[in-house]
């Protein structure tokens, strides 16, 4: 992908994708955002952790497609990712293992709190925290993995 | 019971739970640990624990019964339940004892099989792949499995894959287990769904007790049952099936086809058995003509195909790749005839034969360590290169053809009685061909070894060259298993016979 | 015929499982058997959503302010009580007999799960497939068969 700044390597003198870089850099603060509405809508409506963490991972994808691999791996680093993942694992195991020291089954989010309700309410907000947080790096993971393979596809091919 | 009274009460209570909880947990840790050593001692640790839960977990239900356990608090036939039960058991502690054992020798096999910055992830999968064998053995619900069948096999893929570093042939060996595999999983989810139809429910035993109240079922469930038997065919490589078993077998890091050799293919017989004879039941008469016709059958023509292929093969491990194709067919023939022997048998095999499959793949890795070896030629005189490791093949070997006293012995000769009760004599004629044949394929690596000189290299012949402790320790416990399960087999045919009486309601 | 068209989904569904299952057996391109798979296993997804919907039946998303399972009299119209919060408090929701008729969620939920499942296989697959290209430079099986021929034959890579 070539740098924005530098445009001399084309004869028109601009950068080509200037339309594609103004509009995804206006949506995906917006995607990104949606992607939380999903989350934590997901108590009460439609959604949860796995829509939103591809929600919230086609942002950065989007991010990568426009600007550069190279560009979106300085805006969310591969280093981060590994740490992600294992850390929603860690949320949702955890929350069991909570669970399970505060006296019920594995995931009985019921002991969360004195009310049956209110402890199911903390407990899927947890669970859909992990959830959210190992889809959006796995999937980022997949496409770092794929990305990063060959060498990036030139503008004359686009 | 001494040995549970030192074991806390919560661990009964919530081990099943524990047993796929903590490897999925463990599982993700490891993938980021920096040093490989310790992502090994993790995995050693988590195995011990395991392989302590699993035994206490079976020596309490032998003295409790069956438990369930409700997973989030959720009663069953909504939630998803536990179930630990005369029938899984045993697989359970053969998963997490095979497990463990493997972990050892993997310290060694993996230092030269997989690249540094690989190992953890390297353990991380195996992990991962034991919290998905556990899974799906501990699951009471049939979706639950299928998910926990996808966990197993999906890491299974990438351990294969890792053979690569080896042997660049693991590349299309992991990629042909893939796409059979996912048929495989695909075909059982489609019957699962088949099953909700019908029945409404996912929690297989409440399938049961609605497909009885129905008879059986309409076609609906017939379809289902087909599904099933060829999507868990696929996995557990019964005779035209197994396409994606030597291969995956012969190229994959050799711990791993230790592992896998022990207990994927098991860990889905399982899941037969407890389709057949729990969920549907043989009464229904398209149940008892799919064991009677099609396992029996194939088991059989597995039992020959298989057992001839694998004389004619050059490399071992695709040999023995083969001879566990054969071994699968015995365990069908017995689930086929379905007399509580016949079942019995054919469970006691699935044991036996995954220690003793275990340890055979242990010690040709080993050999593999030290010489490179691979091919039926390369055997020449390592009885005196290798006395140890080849003494443990030795004996392994044997019971694998089923001489008298070792584990093979105890399971064929229990099949062959079996067989004969119910009058299939046929059959018990079929075992000892096939016997014949095995030893055919094994005496001919033993005669190599033992009858052959070391071979000369530059003009020295090879000197002695034993495998590292940590690779030796792990196969001879398991040779020493088969004999002692050969010699006192009262434990584990107490276990397979309450199996099989569980499964056919005779008990 | 009339019967085709009201099992138009299941039509649907053995089509695609067909047309999937074929394109694995039949092409030996790396790349479409897994297109193939994929097609194989999104018409089981088509085949559970199918066996969710409940004629005449809403979305199964709970209103405020509307009591479900009970009549005008606040009598409950279930016989037993169904358990919707783990615990031991049971509640009464709703379903055949009640005011509200629901399709029934579970096969959607399950499917999400069998959706990532789906994914995860589809992502190694992949892997594989360029893991194959980068060591064979091709991903044509006739090709890479050929090229292991010698190998098969002497029993050894080394």
Redesign the interface.
Same mark, same amino acid.
């Given at each position: 992908m070539s740098d924005p700044q530098n445009t001399s390597d084309n004869p028109l003198g601009r950068d080509p994708h200037v339309l594609l870089r103004v509009i995804s850099k206006f949506l995906i603060p917006l995607i990104a955002l949606f992607a939380f509405y999903v989350q934590f809508h997901g108590d009460y409506g439609p959604g949860g952790g796995f829509q939103a963490g591809v929600i919230l991972a086609a942002s950065v994808i989007l991010y990568a497609l426009v600007f550069g691999l190279a560009e979106a791996k300085r805006a969310f680093p591969p280093r981060l990712i590994r740490y992600g993942m294992t850390l929603g694992v860690l949320l949702y195991g955890g929350t069991g293992v909570v669970n399970f020291i505060l006296g019920g089954e594995f995931l009985n989010y019921s002991t969360l709190a004195s009310d049956a309700a209110t402890g199911q309410h903390y407990g899927i907000l947890a669970i859909e925290l992990g959830v959210l947080t190992t889809v959006t790096t796995v999937m980022i993971a997949i496409f770092y993995a794929f990305g990063s393979r060959q060498p990036e596809t030139s503008d004359e091919d686009w | 019971m001494s040995f549970l009274e030192l074991i806390p009460d919560w661990l009964l209570i919530?081990g099943p /739970?524990?047993l796929m909880?903590l490897p =999925?947990?463990m *599982?993700?840790?490891t993938? +980021?640990l920096p040093n490989k050593r310790v992502a090994w001692a993790s995995t050693f640790i988590v195995t011990a624990i395991l392989t302590l839960t699993a035994f206490s977990i079976a020596l309490y239900n032998a003295e409790v019964g069956s438990t369930l356990?409700?997973?989030?608090?959720?009663?069953p036939p909504?939630?998803i339940s536990l179930v630990i039960d005369a029938l899984n058991a045993p697989v359970i502690v053969l998963i997490a004892v095979m497990a463990f054992i493997t972990v050892i020798y993997a310290m060694p096999a993996t230092i030269a099989e997989i690249k540094p910055n690989k190992r953890a992830p390297f353990y991380a999968a195996f992990l991962l792949s034991i919290a998905g064998l556990l899974g799906m053995v501990v699951s009471g619900d049939a979706?639950n499995v299928?998910?926990f069948l996808?966990v197993s096999s999906?890491s299974t893929?990438?351990l294969v894959?890792m053979g /690569?570093a080896?042997?660049?042939?693991a =590349?299309?060996a *992991?990629?042909n287990y893939? +796409?059979l595999g996912?048929?495989g999983?695909?075909f059982f989810?489609?019957g699962v769904?088949f099953l909700?139809?019908e029945t409404g429910t996912?929690n297989m035993a409440d399938m049961a007790r609605i497909l009885a109240d129905m008879d059986g079922g309409s076609r609906v469930s017939k379809i289902a049952f087909g599904f099933i038997v060829i999507g868990l065919g696929l996995k557990l490589a019964m005779f035209p099936l197994h396409a994606w078993l030597p291969g995956a077998y012969a190229y994959a890091p050799t711990p791993v086809t230790a592992f896998l050799a022990s207990t994927a293919t098991k860990a889905a017989l399982y899941l037969l058995l407890r389709f057949t004879f729990f969920v549907f039941d043989p009464s229904y008469t398209y149940v008892a003509d799919v064991l009677m016709f099609v396992l029996v059958g194939l088991g059989v023509i597995g039992m020959l195909f298989a057992s001839l292929q694998a004389i004619f093969q050059?490399?071992v491990r695709r040999m023995l790749a083969f001879s566990s194709v054969a071994q699968v067919g015995y365990m069908l023939l017995g689930v086929g005839i379905a007399t509580t022997a016949s079942v019995a048998a054919g469970y006691l095999h699935l044991l036996n034969h995954a220690v003793i499959k275990g340890g055979l793949f242990l010690a040709l890795g080993a050999m593999w360590y030290r010489f490179?070896i691979?091919?039926?030629q390369d055997f020449q005189g390592l009885g005196q290169t290798m006395p140890w490791t080849m003494g443990a093949f030795t004996i392994l070997g044997l019971s694998l053809v089923g001489v008298p006293f070792t584990a093979g012995f105890v399971s064929k000769i229990n099949l062959a009685e079996a067989a004969a009760d119910a009058g299939w004599w046929w059959a018990v004629g079929i075992i000892m061909l096939t016997s014949i044949l095995a030893l055919i394929y094994i005496g001919r690596v033993l005669l190599m070894a033992y009858f052959q000189s070391p071979p000369e290299v530059n003009g020295n012949v090879v000197d002695r060259n034993e495998a590292p402790l940590m690779m030796l320790f792990p196969m001879w416990v398991l040779a020493i298993a088969s004999v002692v399960i050969g010699v006192e087999a009262g434990v584990m045919v107490d276990a397979a016979t309450r199996a099989a009486e569980l499964l056919l309601g005779t008990g | 015929m009339p019967d085709i068209f009201s099992h138009f989904n299941y039509v649907v569904v053995i089509v695609l499982m067909m047309t999937g299952l074929y394109t694995v057996f039949a092409s030996r391109n790396l790349i479409k058997k897994l297109a193939g798979l994929s097609v194989f296993q999104t018409s089981v997804f088509l085949l559970y959503i199918t066996i969710g919907k409940v004629t005449g039946g809403q979305p199964p998303i709970l209103i405020k302010d509307k009591s479900y399972g009970v009549d005008d009299e606040g009598q409950a119209l279930l016989d037993g009580v169904v358990q919707v919060a783990a615990g031991k408090d049971s509640y009464i929701i709703g379903g055949p007999g009640t005011d509200i008729l629901y399709s029934n969620p579970l096969p959607h939920v399950l499917i999400l799960t069998a959706i990532v499942v789906g994914v995860a296989t589809l992502s190694i697959g992949l892997a594989l497939t360029v893991r194959i290209r980068e060591v064979y430079e091709t991903i044509e099986e006739d090709e890479i068969e050929a090229a292991d021929f010698v190998y098969n034959l002497e029993g050894t890579a080394d």
């Open positions: - | 919530h /739970a524990f909880a =999925l947990i *599982a993700a840790i993938a +980021i356990y409700k997973m989030g608090g959720w009663a909504h939630g979706f299928f998910v996808e999906i893929y990438v894959a /690569a080896r042997d660049r042939r =590349l299309s *992991a990629y893939l +796409i996912s048929i999983a695909t989810v489609i769904g909700y139809m996912l050059t490399d490179g691979t091919r039926t | -």
